[in-house]
C-alpha cells in the first residue's frame, strides 16, 4: 500500500543550483516523520518543493496523486497544509480574518475535519486575540496563529518548518503541546526541527538530511544509537 506521502529519487533546484540530490522518504498517513539536519542541508528546499515553489523531478506523490508541476494552490487542495519557518502571517490583518484566509474551499467531498472552533479550542489564546492585528502578537502567538491557519485548509499532512525557531522555553513547549493534540487528531506530520527533544517526544521516524539527500531513516530508538550520524550530519552527541 503506498504512503501518503512519497518521495523516490527528488531532485529540485536554486535556478542552476542543484539543492535536493535524489531525496528518498516517505510518510504515512497519522505519522509523524521528524527531519532533523544542519542549516543549509536541504530540509527547507525539501519543504518548498513539496508545496510546488521549487523546481523538481523525481518522484513526489500524495495520496498516490503526482506532486510535480503542480501549482501550490492546487497541493494545498489536496490536504497539505504548509506552515514556513517565517510564519507569512498577515500582520496588518486580525487574527480572525487571517484565519479566514486558511478555510479550504469545500472540493474534497467530506466535511471538515477542522473548523474555528476546533482552531480556538486548540488555540485558547487566539480566541482571546480574535480582534488583534496578527503583527501585534508575540512570537509564539504568531505560530499558533500559521498552525491555525494551516490546520482550516483541513489537511491530511502538515509540512512544519522549524516550529520552535526563535521563541523562548515556555512558548516552545506551548507550541510542542499543540503538536501533541494535532497528533491525536490523525494529523500525519512533516517536521522539520533542530530540536531534537521536540522530535524525540512527537515523531514516529526520524530522518536526517545532509547535502540534500537522506543520510538516516528509522525510529528514534534507532536514531538514537547512531553517535556516527548525530555527530557528523548534527553536530550532537
Known sequence: MSAL??????????????ALHGVDLRVEAGEVVALAGRNGSGRSTLARTIMGMVRAEGTLRFAGRSLIDLPTFAIARLGIGYVPEHRDIFAALSVDENLQLGLAPQTRGRAPHFTFDDAYTLFPVLR?????????????????????????????????DEPAEGLAGQVVAQVAQCLHLLRERGVAMLLIEQRLAIAHQLANRIAVMGHGEIVFDGSPEAFYERHDVMQEWLGVG
Open 128 to 160: 482571546e486575540r480574535r480582534r488583534t492585528r496578527a503583527g501585534a502578537l508575540s512570537g509564539g502567538e504568531q505560530q499558533m496563529l500559521s498552525l491555525a491557519r494551516a490546520l482550516l485548509g483541513d489537511p491530511d499532512l502538515l509540512v512544519i
Open 5 to 18: 506521502l512519497e518521495i523516490a529519487g527528488l531532485c529540485a533546484w536554486h535556478g542552476a543550483s542543484k
